[in-house]
């Protein structure tokens, strides 16, 4: 079986409502990727994820350095791609960030193909350890532009529709402000949901040792992105500080990164995002290397749990996946969630494939 044809793609897609975190603000979402076609009929979609901010380049580096590569190749191959593309003329001028994600978008492709090729969901394909079942946390009613009694409106309906555990932004000018909107949210809630916090980077290393302890009251499962996800020392301080677990990973590139995180950091979750570490087949080395820690694998929704749901039951130290509900009317197949749970398809794939629809109506050129 031989690659045919690469073609790459960009949609930007709306969002339900505007959201911001501590860092961003959003009210679309942009998705560039890449459809590979294959000699025998074969096609696999990958994509990555971002805040339309980008988007063009990425493509660019699809188009422009590996479309090339992978014409005429079997696209089975999916580690020797991997290399292949990693130590490309894309090395140069850039071995994280847009070339990354770019490299992201062909891998998935590549796996969705693969899965597709061998008549396996991805899950199955992947490992298959959970008979195709995960549980989900929701981020979705915890926005850092809500006020208290929205804040605590939408993650209570989150909460009835079955979640047991939910995450709220927080990152605000003054700390106090953000601990009074985790009191009235835990109050609401009441102690027997899962409770995670996310600064999105916004603390510096003072700032995060400090203030992180003072969340504990709260019980809360997590502080994520404290401070620079590149500050590997500053998050071994804060995890000293704290008896709070410290989560880290949606803007971490390697595995050599996040080694150093696990192991010289101290983190307490690796929340590596397929879209950013460079796909399926470095995601799993990640999740390998965290599992040998023993620290637990819950990934970054990002690319809204196409790829993530497969991973979160394929793998055996990944007990939980985020869950952002968005976007769930450009696939083909919406994701199966009851009660806060993932129902992964058994269809043959990944479940990346875009609607006709979603490809008419989103493709921006
Ligand atoms: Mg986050």
Redesign the pocket.
């Known amino acids: 079986m031989k690659i045919v044809e690469v073609e790459s793609f960009v949609l930007h897609a709306p969002i339900p409502r505007r959201v911001t ?1 501590a860092f961003n603000q959003a009210d679309k979402w942009g998705l560039p990727g890449v459809r590979i076609r294959t000699d025998e009929g074969l096609e696999g979609t990958g994509y990555t994820s971002t805040l339309t901010h980008g988007d063009f380049a990425i493509k660019d580096i699809l188009d422009r350095i590996y479309a090339p590569l992978l014409l005429g190749e079997d696209p089975l191959d999916t580690q020797r791609h991997w290399d292949r593309l990693y130590w490309s003329d894309a090395h140069w001028v850039g071995r994280l960030g847009i070339t990354h994600m770019a490299l992201a978008a062909v891998d998935i492709a590549l796996w969705d193909l693969k899965a597709k090729h061998c008549g396996l969901p991805l899950w199955r394909l992947a490992g298959g350890h959970k008979q195709g079942q995960v549980r989900s946390y929701n981020t979705d009613g915890g926005w850092l532009n809500f006020e208290v009694p929205r804040l605590i409106d939408e993650m209570s309906r989150i909460v009835d529709q079955g979640w047991s555990g939910v995450k709220m932004k927080i990152g605000k000018d003054d700390p106090r402000e953000d601990l009074r909107r985790v009191a009235a949210v835990r109050d609401a809630l009441g102690p027997d949901i899962d409770l995670m916090i ?1 600064v ?1 980077q916004r603390w510096n290393r003072t700032r995060a040792v400090a203030w992180a302890e003072r969340f504990a009251e709260f019980d809360i499962g997590w502080l ?2 404290p401070i620079d996800p590149d500050d590997v020392e500053g998050h071994a301080r804060i995890a000293d500080a704290t008896s709070i677990p410290i989560a880290v990973g ?1 803007h971490v590139y390697t595995r050599t990164a996040f080694r150093d995180l696990i192991v010289r950091g101290n983190i307490g979750v690796v ?1 590596v995002d397929a879209t950013r570490v460079g796909g399926i087949t470095e995601w799993l080395a990640v999740a390998e290397l965290a599992n040998s820690y023993h620290v637990p694998v819950i990934p ?1 929704h990002a690319d809204m749990m196409r790829v993530h749901q497969h991973l979160g039951v394929a793998h055996p130290g990944s007990p939980m996946i985020e869950c952002i509900p968005w976007l769930q009317e450009l696939f083909h197949e919406p994701a199966d969630i009851r009660a806060g749970v993932f129902h992964v398809s058994e269809t043959p794939g990944a479940s990346t494939t875009f609607t006709d629809d979603a490809f008419a109506q989103y493709r921006v050129a």
């Open positions: 975190d996310d999105n994520e992105e949606e929340q970054h």
